[in-house]
């Protein structure tokens, strides 16, 4: 996964964890956060790759 998939990714997982605290929906929205810290360590490790690239 590249850069912009994973901050995307990360954007989107962002997006429906507010949207779940707004339902109220806090057992979702912590399950969404643990998914966020494994895309958060995606985006950071593609960010190192890009950056080894150049």
């Known amino acids: 996964m590249d ?3 994973a ?3 990360v ?3 962002t997006q429906l964890i507010h ?3 707004l339902k109220r ?3 979702l929205a912590r399950d969404l956060s643990t998914t966020l ?3 958060s ?4 490790d593609s960010l190192g790759d890009q ?3 150049n």
């Open 51 to 53: 950056i080894d690239s």
């Open 11 to 13: 954007k989107k997982i």
């Open 41 to 44: 360590t995606e985006l950071y």
């Open 25 to 27: 929906d806090f057992v």
């Open 19 to 21: 949207q779940a605290s």
């Open 3 to 5: 850069y912009s998939e």
């Open 37 to 39: 810290v494994m895309a």
């Open 7 to 9: 901050l995307l990714e």
